[in-house]
């Protein structure tokens, strides 16, 4: 079994925190979340300039496991940008050059989810589209258009016993939401980002991890499943029932109600064969410490180098076609963000406008956050990253992402 990587903590005040501050960020954690039963644990780091300023557990061990749903995104994306590095795929190649079902897609335009006509997309949906969230897929969760009942009734998201390749095929059949490039809305693109990794590689998506960014990172406790030497350390996943639009045991009420824990039928247990990139990796506080230190780090973290580093500067810049910020791509539906003053990359989000944002920031900080409440972000500017943990769903059920920009960038000196 591998050793979990260790976390030294440093000075803060010599990193460029006040030390007192930084104790009220887990006073306000304890009192607004844990004690009062919101959350079931929060784990909380701080790091500057490569050295951690600040590391906090609140009913979690610091070796703990977490599902990092969304924050599986980041993930995929650096790998099939390094597929783009090595001149075997482009941004502007159509989506159907390696998946041929999807030259046929067609556009939803009226009509309900068993009975609607379509018309043909303005374009094929390119590689970029898929990275930038504006390929016309969607999520069946959103629960808000027919497109999203075609998804829930065909199990898109969640496919057992199926692959990747069979969730492709499957959306071959389904009508896009929009026309490529129209719109920005939040879906399971970045899943088919992971099949591209795989027919480009020609390996599965979680070996294509393992050998080219876990193991390069030292991120010995991430991947898809836990197996039974570490499963105790895989933490009980809860939901609010009242908010959760994911479905929670019936009979259920409260603010926290466990969903899934870490016995043999949790789907974590055991090797899927469904390979979630957007969605479907544990890991641990200090596993995503190294992804972020390589991002922080310009694409390299002590010898192991997974991207160039003018590959990163671009990925962190704003893609999104209008030039402006997610509001202003017409699609106001679910994500792991706020809208104003926020832009897209190629697999996370980018700060525009701190002032539009409403939120204490630096412009080009960019990150992602998970269904269970779990975000990260990275601030070139102040060399800054920082990892917030719990397991929660949904996560807008508390604006605690909010709160935690605030706090955080109050602490700087």
Same mark, same amino acid.
């Given at each position: 079994?591998?050793?979990?990587?260790?976390?030294?903590?440093?000075?803060?005040?010599?990193?460029?925190?006040?030390?007192?501050?930084?104790?009220?960020?887990?006073?306000?954690?304890?009192?607004?979340?844990? +004690?009062?039963?919101?959350?079931?644990?929060?784990?909380?780091?701080?790091?500057?300039?490569?050295?951690?300023?600040?590391?906090?557990?609140?009913?979690?061990?610091?070796?703990?496991?977490?599902?990092?749903?969304?924050?599986?995104?980041?993930?995929?994306?650096?790998?099939?940008?390094?597929? !783009?590095?090595?001149?075997?795929?482009?941004?502007?190649?159509?989506?159907?050059?390696?998946?041929?079902?999807?030259?046929?897609?067609?556009?939803?335009?009226?009509?309900?989810?068993?009975?609607?006509?379509?018309?043909?997309?303005?374009?094929?949906?390119?590689?970029?589209?898929?990275?930038?969230?504006?390929?016309?897929?969607?999520?069946?969760?959103?629960?808000?258009? &027919?497109?999203?009942?075609?998804?829930?009734?065909?199990?898109?998201?969640?496919?057992?016993?199926?692959?990747?390749?069979?969730?492709?095929?499957?959306?071959?059949?389904?009508?896009?939401?929009?026309?490529? =490039?129209?719109?920005?809305?939040?879906?399971?693109?970045?899943?088919?980002?992971?099949?591209?990794? $795989?027919?480009?590689?020609?390996?599965?998506?979680?070996?294509?991890?393992?050998?080219?960014?876990?193991? &390069?990172?030292? !991120?010995?406790?991430?991947?898809?499943?836990?197996?039974?030497?570490?499963?105790?350390?895989?933490?009980?996943?809860?939901?609010?029932?009242?908010?959760?639009?994911?479905?929670?045991?019936?009979?259920?009420?409260?603010?926290?109600?466990?969903?899934? =824990?870490? =016995?043999? +039928?949790?789907?974590?247990?055991?090797?899927?064969?469904?390979?979630?990139?957007?969605?479907?990796?544990?890991?641990?506080?200090?596993?995503?410490?190294?992804?972020?230190?390589?991002?922080?780090?310009?694409?390299?973290?002590?010898?192991?180098?997974?991207?160039?580093?003018?590959?990163? +500067?671009?990925?962190?810049?704003?893609?999104?076609?209008?030039?402006?910020?997610?509001?202003?791509?017409?699609?106001?539906?679910?994500?792991?963000?706020?809208?104003?003053?926020?832009?897209?990359?190629?697999?996370?989000?980018?700060?525009?406008? &701190?002032?539009?944002?409403?939120? &204490?920031?630096?412009?080009?900080?960019? =990150?992602?956050?998970?269904?269970?409440?779990?975000?990260?972000?990275?601030?070139?500017?102040?060399?800054?990253?920082?990892?917030?943990?719990?397991?929660?769903?949904?996560?807008?059920?508390?604006?605690?992402?909010? $709160?935690?920009?605030?706090?955080?960038?109050?602490?700087?000196?």
């Amino acid at each position: 079994m591998s050793t979990p990587t260790s976390l030294v903590v440093g000075d803060p005040a010599e990193l460029g925190f006040d030390p007192a501050r930084l104790a009220a960020i887990d006073a306000f954690i304890a009192d607004r979340y844990v +004690d009062a039963g919101r959350y079931p644990g929060y784990t909380l780091l701080i790091s500057r300039h490569g050295q951690i300023a600040h590391l906090s557990t609140n009913g979690y061990d610091q070796d703990a496991i977490f599902r990092f749903f969304s924050m599986s995104k980041p993930v995929t994306s650096v790998a099939l940008l390094s597929l !783009m590095e090595k001149g075997l795929v482009k941004l502007g190649d159509p989506v159907s050059a390696y998946i041929p079902a999807f030259a046929d897609l067609r556009v939803w335009q009226d009509g309900t989810a068993t009975n609607y006509t379509t018309t043909f997309p303005e374009r094929e949906m390119t590689v970029k589209d898929l990275l930038t969230h504006t390929s016309g897929l969607t999520y069946g969760f959103m629960g808000r258009h &027919p497109v999203d009942a075609m998804y829930r009734a065909e199990g898109i998201e969640r496919m057992p016993g199926n692959s990747l390749a069979d969730m492709c095929a499957k959306l071959a059949e389904v009508p896009l939401l929009f026309s490529p =490039g129209t719109q920005w809305s939040y879906s399971v693109a970045t899943d088919v980002c992971g099949h591209l990794v $795989e027919l480009i590689s020609g390996q599965p998506l979680d070996e294509f991890f393992r050998t080219n960014i876990f193991e &390069p990172l030292g !991120m010995v406790d991430t991947g898809f499943w836990v197996d039974d030497a570490r499963a105790d350390r895989l933490v009980p996943n809860f939901a609010n029932p009242l908010l959760s639009p994911f479905g929670v045991p019936e009979g259920v009420s409260g603010a926290m109600a466990q969903i899934d =824990g870490n =016995g043999p +039928d949790s789907p974590y247990r055991s090797p899927p064969t469904f390979l979630s990139g957007g969605g479907g990796l544990v890991s641990t506080v200090a596993d995503y410490h190294r992804f972020t230190q390589m991002l922080v780090g310009g694409g390299r973290l002590d010898d192991a180098r997974i991207l160039g580093r003018k590959t990163l +500067d671009f990925a962190t810049q704003n893609h999104l076609p209008t030039g402006g910020d997610l509001a202003s791509m017409g699609q106001a539906v679910f994500s792991e963000t706020s809208y104003e003053g926020i832009g897209f990359g190629l697999g996370w989000s980018v700060m525009l406008d &701190p002032a539009r944002a409403n939120v &204490p920031s630096s412009p080009g900080e960019y =990150g992602w956050g998970g269904a269970a409440s779990t975000v990260f972000w990275v601030d070139p500017a102040e060399a800054l990253t920082v990892i917030g943990l719990t397991q929660l769903m949904p996560s807008s059920a508390y604006p605690i992402r909010t $709160e935690l920009k605030a706090l955080v960038y109050g602490a700087l000196t």
